[in-house]
Protein backbone atom coordinates (compact mmCIF):
# COMPACT_ATOMS: atom_id res chain seq x y z
CA UNK A 1 0.00 0.00 0.00
CA UNK A 2 1.04 3.08 -1.01
CA UNK A 3 1.62 6.24 1.49
CA UNK A 4 -1.62 7.87 2.76
CA UNK A 5 -1.70 11.57 3.00
CA UNK A 6 -4.28 12.94 5.45
CA UNK A 7 -4.96 16.09 7.59
CA UNK A 8 -2.90 16.20 10.70
CA UNK A 9 -4.65 15.23 13.49
CA UNK A 10 -5.19 17.54 16.71
CA UNK A 11 -5.73 14.38 19.61
CA UNK A 12 -2.33 13.40 19.33
CA UNK A 13 -0.31 14.79 21.79
CA UNK A 14 3.07 12.64 22.06
CA UNK A 15 4.55 9.79 20.26
CA UNK A 16 3.29 7.24 22.14
CA UNK A 17 -0.11 8.84 21.16
CA UNK A 18 0.82 8.33 17.65
CA UNK A 19 2.15 4.80 18.20
CA UNK A 20 -1.46 4.03 19.45
CA UNK A 21 -2.77 5.45 16.30
CA UNK A 22 -0.59 3.83 13.80
CA UNK A 23 -0.86 0.46 15.74
CA UNK A 24 -5.02 1.18 15.38
CA UNK A 25 -4.75 2.27 11.85
CA UNK A 26 -2.58 -0.57 10.84
CA UNK A 27 -4.99 -3.47 12.63
CA UNK A 28 -8.77 -1.42 11.34
CA UNK A 29 -7.06 -1.89 7.40
CA UNK A 30 -6.51 -5.59 8.69
CA UNK A 31 -10.03 -5.61 9.62
CA UNK A 32 -11.09 -4.52 6.32
CA UNK A 33 -8.92 -6.38 4.28
CA UNK A 34 -10.85 -9.20 5.89
CA UNK A 35 -14.45 -7.74 5.31
CA UNK A 36 -13.55 -7.20 1.24
CA UNK A 37 -12.09 -10.29 1.30
CA UNK A 38 -15.35 -11.62 2.26
CA UNK A 39 -17.50 -9.29 0.11
CA UNK A 40 -14.82 -10.50 -3.31
CA UNK A 41 -15.55 -13.91 -1.75
CA UNK A 42 -19.08 -13.67 -2.46
CA UNK A 43 -19.71 -11.22 -5.11
CA UNK A 44 -17.97 -14.25 -7.19
CA UNK A 45 -19.52 -16.57 -6.07
CA UNK A 46 -23.09 -14.77 -7.22
CA UNK A 47 -21.45 -14.10 -10.40
CA UNK A 48 -20.42 -18.02 -11.12
CA UNK A 49 -24.32 -18.33 -10.28
CA UNK A 50 -25.77 -15.80 -12.27
CA UNK A 51 -23.32 -16.73 -14.98
CA UNK A 52 -24.72 -20.28 -14.99
CA UNK A 53 -28.93 -19.10 -14.68
CA UNK A 54 -27.95 -16.93 -18.22
CA UNK A 55 -25.83 -19.40 -20.23
CA UNK A 56 -29.14 -20.48 -21.90
CA UNK A 57 -30.01 -16.93 -22.58
CA UNK A 58 -26.71 -16.10 -24.04
CA UNK A 59 -26.31 -19.07 -25.95
CA UNK A 60 -29.46 -18.87 -27.62
CA UNK A 61 -28.66 -14.60 -28.02
CA UNK A 62 -25.03 -16.52 -29.84
CA UNK A 63 -27.88 -18.02 -32.03
CA UNK A 64 -30.03 -15.75 -32.87
CA UNK A 65 -26.78 -13.07 -33.90
CA UNK A 66 -25.39 -16.09 -36.02
CA UNK A 67 -28.89 -16.28 -38.07
CA UNK A 68 -29.49 -12.86 -38.01
CA UNK A 69 -25.91 -12.19 -40.09
CA UNK A 70 -26.32 -15.52 -41.98
CA UNK A 71 -29.82 -13.50 -43.44
CA UNK A 72 -28.72 -10.14 -44.24
CA UNK A 73 -25.37 -11.31 -45.89
CA UNK A 74 -27.66 -13.71 -47.69
CA UNK A 75 -30.36 -11.41 -48.30
CA UNK A 76 -27.72 -8.57 -48.74
CA UNK A 77 -28.75 -7.02 -52.74
CA UNK A 78 -32.14 -7.06 -52.03
CA UNK A 79 -32.44 -5.52 -48.28
CA UNK A 80 -29.47 -3.18 -48.42
CA UNK A 81 -29.51 -1.59 -51.94
CA UNK A 82 -30.08 1.95 -51.40
CA UNK A 83 -29.76 1.81 -47.32
CA UNK A 84 -26.87 0.41 -44.66
CA UNK A 85 -30.05 -0.75 -41.95
CA UNK A 86 -33.38 -2.40 -41.89
CA UNK A 87 -35.23 -0.60 -39.46
CA UNK A 88 -38.05 -3.08 -37.70
CA UNK A 89 -40.60 -2.52 -34.92
CA UNK A 90 -38.33 -4.38 -32.07
CA UNK A 91 -34.66 -2.73 -33.83
CA UNK A 92 -32.17 -2.74 -36.38
CA UNK A 93 -29.71 -4.69 -38.72
CA UNK A 94 -27.32 -3.78 -41.29
CA UNK A 95 -23.91 -3.23 -43.08
CA UNK A 96 -21.63 -0.29 -41.73
CA UNK A 97 -18.12 -0.60 -43.70
CA UNK A 98 -14.91 -0.43 -41.77
CA UNK A 99 -11.23 0.09 -42.46
CA UNK A 100 -8.33 -0.38 -40.41
CA UNK A 101 -4.72 -0.14 -41.74
CA UNK A 102 -2.47 -3.10 -40.47
CA UNK A 103 1.00 -2.18 -39.49
CA UNK A 104 4.02 -4.74 -38.59
CA UNK A 105 7.09 -3.38 -36.45
CA UNK A 106 9.04 -2.15 -39.40
CA UNK A 107 6.02 0.41 -40.56
CA UNK A 108 7.32 3.29 -38.39
CA UNK A 109 11.24 3.03 -39.53
CA UNK A 110 9.93 3.24 -43.18
CA UNK A 111 7.46 5.54 -42.45
CA UNK A 112 10.63 8.00 -40.73
CA UNK A 113 12.71 7.01 -43.73
CA UNK A 114 10.91 7.04 -46.97
CA UNK A 115 7.93 9.61 -45.86
CA UNK A 116 10.06 11.62 -43.25
CA UNK A 117 7.86 10.89 -40.63
CA UNK A 118 4.48 11.91 -42.07
CA UNK A 119 1.84 8.76 -40.71
CA UNK A 120 3.59 8.64 -37.46
CA UNK A 121 1.56 10.57 -34.41
CA UNK A 122 3.66 12.26 -31.52
CA UNK A 123 2.30 13.53 -28.71
CA UNK A 124 3.70 16.86 -27.50
CA UNK A 125 3.28 17.68 -24.12
CA UNK A 126 5.27 19.59 -21.35
CA UNK A 127 7.86 17.72 -19.71
CA UNK A 128 7.35 18.64 -16.28
CA UNK A 129 10.02 16.26 -14.51
CA UNK A 130 12.76 18.40 -16.56
CA UNK A 131 10.83 21.31 -15.75
CA UNK A 132 11.33 21.06 -12.21
CA UNK A 133 15.09 21.43 -12.48
CA UNK A 134 14.37 25.23 -13.84
CA UNK A 135 14.69 28.60 -12.45
CA UNK A 136 11.55 30.58 -11.48
CA UNK A 137 11.99 32.56 -14.26
CA UNK A 138 12.72 30.58 -17.01
CA UNK A 139 9.17 29.18 -16.18
CA UNK A 140 7.55 32.07 -15.97
CA UNK A 141 8.72 32.99 -19.19
CA UNK A 142 6.66 29.86 -20.79
CA UNK A 143 3.75 30.23 -18.62
CA UNK A 144 4.79 27.59 -16.05
CA UNK A 145 5.14 27.64 -12.16
CA UNK A 146 6.60 25.51 -9.45
CA UNK A 147 4.23 24.69 -6.90
CA UNK A 148 5.91 23.49 -3.47
CA UNK A 149 3.66 21.40 -1.00
CA UNK A 150 4.68 19.64 2.52
CA UNK A 151 2.28 17.30 2.55
CA UNK A 152 1.75 15.07 5.61
CA UNK A 153 1.19 11.11 5.31
CA UNK A 154 2.01 8.15 7.07
CA UNK A 155 3.06 4.19 6.65
CA UNK A 156 1.31 1.39 8.16
CA UNK A 157 4.14 -1.24 9.16
CA UNK A 158 1.48 -3.83 9.25
CA UNK A 159 4.13 -6.72 9.82
CA UNK A 160 4.58 -5.28 13.35
CA UNK A 161 0.73 -4.92 13.40
CA UNK A 162 0.25 -8.44 12.90
CA UNK A 163 3.06 -9.68 15.16
CA UNK A 164 0.81 -7.65 18.25
CA UNK A 165 -2.59 -9.05 17.15
CA UNK A 166 -1.08 -12.94 17.41
CA UNK A 167 0.43 -12.11 20.76
CA UNK A 168 -2.62 -10.85 22.00
CA UNK A 169 -4.93 -13.78 20.66
CA UNK A 170 -2.29 -16.08 22.02
Do not use: C
Request: positive net charge; hydrophobic residues 35%; charged residues 40%.
Amino acid sequence: MGRIRVEAPDEIKSLADAETALGEIGSLMNELDQIDAKGTKKIAEIKSKMASEGEKARERIKTLEANLALYAKYNKAELFKDKKTVILAYGSFGFRQSTSVRVKKTTTELLKKLFHGKGIRIKEEPDKEQLKDWSDEDLATVDAAKTVKDEFGYDINREEVNRRLLRQSA
